[in-house]
């Protein structure tokens, strides 16, 4: 897994094989190494460097590609040309177990005395067919043949998504000091803005990875409460964190990607370059990349009677600013809530009355002033199915009240006197102080 | 002779408190006029209709409107007759049960700050993960019942103090923001400097609520202690809780009179702060003349 993350260097769609393979997807990439066969050499020697000795195998289909790595006659490296003739010159000597076949598949085709690919290719598909026990053990292998020929597409899922945005440095000395990391960062986020410029988008979401010399990467990732293609403001996000960058032997090789892209027109960034606007969303930034973006929360309003299920925090940075709490005035309610709800001692009047006294955190409260109750039912559907109910999910009676000092506290009662035998006496709870 | 110069001393101090109460008063009564330094005054005259007319547009930022409580017995005792909002202000509670009234009062001061942006402004509450436990978290429907639309807000829950006091210097200085809360923090003093530096230079009001046991902050502008007060009875409802009251003593102000002891009530729906109601029948023969001393100055 680490070593295909690793592999994203060469492109960016790869990932792992099953236990001992991963596959790369270099369409499109090679010429960055100054083709397919410097590519090979390069991805060998680094991995000998790592201690990993590789059979590699290069065609135009997953399928080809990973019957020549695996029984390539040629030794531990070997490239199929590109084009139809060429993919089935390479693939005819290859042993049929060459076609990622189940075992007994395998052995019913020797038995047949087909043993090579070249073999299998040749015969009819119709003869081919009513050779095997079942239909779907006929269809796994000429799928698997078509697949290696590329006449099927086969998808591959890539470890990460592919980045529609990217800007890539590789240095042909390891930098090894962190002003070099964060000067390469700045050159990295020029260019990533540049191009996000020219497709009118914006970053959401970006992804900083560097390789080390000596084989580990280290990624950092950063996030935007607004699209954002500001260099300055991507290299300062990820400037913060650069510190915890370990070196190491040295880093070759940086790839700043955009892992969430929205739409951002020019008329826009104008608009927000002009002036330092949107300074409230480069502050939800700042403060959510480097405290988790949970941390840093918009009180948002839900649908819900029941006290703690009326509000809710979203993230501010994928949440805009929620405007549907002014409509919903409720009496008085704390603007601190305990989480959960504190169990306190109380007298009170039965069945029906406000605390007269009630003890909380150890202190003795005196209650001269009270309003209530205020009933608020449990919310059944949470109780359809739930053969024991919490005392919370219970009907509750709030009261506000205040004592001799002039604390004003919020409690209720969870139960009624009225019907102890299915519930169980009430209790009662302090949910908040008024201030 | 020692009798003589005592009486020249003691005259000579009352003199002078009599002059800088008269320059005060002319101070109160130039920014009370509707002369705005923002707009010129050409355009000022040919436009204005009369000279008793409030200023009409918010100007940006703090220039049009001031930060008052509202209650003049209070805003008397500040320097200008108002807080100044590029500065640290310290909210302190007067004991354990008194945290809540801290809060509350803290945030009541935030809706009246508001009201100099035109009710719009952005406030960032910076809370530990200790706070929270203690006091709770802040809840929408409650903050909405202070005045404040809670959607104007946004929460920084902070593991740790650190992080808090990062947080909160971060908005000071984005400029994004209306003000700036903490609360229930015990922040070291080179901290609380930086936090008054920040909130200096960017003209932006950070409030703290310390805990109750923490030492004073140095750099605030003003400090508040703050004990529940008992509510005065609601106009329709006799044992009912009343509006929140706070006993509320500005312990110190720079440049100010410091030692006021009031009871205040807050009515969220005028955003107002006002006298309680047997204090404030008693205004009438204690107030002006005496700026009193009846708290022990901390």
Known sequence: MKLARWCVRYAPATNTDGADGLWID?????????????????????LAKRGFTARLGLADTPGAAWALARFSPRGASSTAAAGREALCAALDPLPVEGLRLEADAVMLLKRLGLKRIGQLRA?????????????????AVLTRLDQALGHVREPLTPLEPLPCYSARLAFSEPLISHEGVEAALKRLAS?????????????????????????????????????????????????????????????????????????????????????????LERLIDRLSNRLTPGRIARPAPQESHVPERAACYRP???FARSTAFLNRKTPERPSLLLEPPEPIDVVAEVPEGPPLRFTWRRAHHRILR??????????WWRLIGNAAPGPLERTRDYYRIEDEAGARFWVFRAGLYQRPEDEGAPRWYLHGVLG | MESVSRIHTAGGAE?????????????????????????????????????????ALPAPRD????????????????????????????????????????????????ARRRLTTSGTGVILWGFTEHAAHEFGAPYGPGILCLGIDPADMIMARAERGADLAWALEEGLKSRALCAALGIGCALPPGIVKRLALAARTYRTPCLLVPDHRA??????????????????????????????????????????????????????????????APLADRTADDGGAEPGRLATAG
């Not at chain 1, 009819?124 to 269809?139: K, N, V």
């Open chain 1, 26 to 46: 270099i369409t499109g990439a090679a010429h960055l190494q100054g083709g397919e066969t410097a590519l090979l050499a390069d991805l060998r020697a680094r």
């Open chain 1, 123 to 139: 015969l009819p598909r119709a003869t081919l067919q009513r050779r095997f026990p079942s239909r779907d053990a006929a269809r």
């Open chain 1, 191 to 279: 260019d990533l803005c540049a191009s996000l410029a020219r497709g009118l988008a914006g970053a959401r979401a970006i992804a900083f990875t560097a390789w080390r010399s000596d084989g580990g990467t280290a990624m950092l990732r950063a996030g935007f409460a607004a699209p954002c293609r500001d260099p300055a403001h991507m290299q300062r996000l990820l400037g913060e964190k650069i510190a915890t960058v370990d070196a190491g032997a040295g880093i070759d090789l940086m790839i700043l990607a955009v892992t969430g892209v929205e739409r951002l027109s020019a008329e826009q960034a104008s608009f927000a370059a002009n002036a330092a606007t949107r300074p």
């Open chain 1, 316 to 318: 501010a940075i994928h």
């Open chain 1, 370 to 379: 009270w309003e209530g109750p205020e009933r608020i039912a449990g919310e």
């Open chain 2, 15 to 55: 003199a002078r408190s009599g002059l800088v109460e008269r320059l005060r008063r002319r101070i109160r009564a130039i920014e009370q006029a509707p002369v705005s330094l923002a707009a010129p005054p050409l355009v000022d005259a040919a436009t204005a209709p009369g000279p008793a007319c409030p200023p």
């Open chain 2, 63 to 110: 220039d049009g409107k001031r930060w008052t409580f509202g209650a003049q017995e209070i805003d008397r005792s500040l320097p200008e007759g108002a807080l100044d909002p590029g500065g640290l202000h310290e909210i302190r509670p007067a004991g354990y049960p008194d945290s809540w009234a801290a809060i509350a009062m803290a945030l009541a001061l935030l």
């Open chain 2, 215 to 276: 030492g004073r902050l140095g750099p605030a502008l003003t400090r508040w202690r703050v004990a529940a007060a008992r509510s005065a009875d609601p106009p329709f409802d006799a044992g009912a809780p009343g509006l929140p009251a706070w006993d509320v003593t500005l312990e110190r102000c720079r440049h100010g009179a410091g030692g006021q002891n009031r009871v205040l009530e807050w009515d969220h729906e005028t955003h107002r702060f006002r006298l309680a």
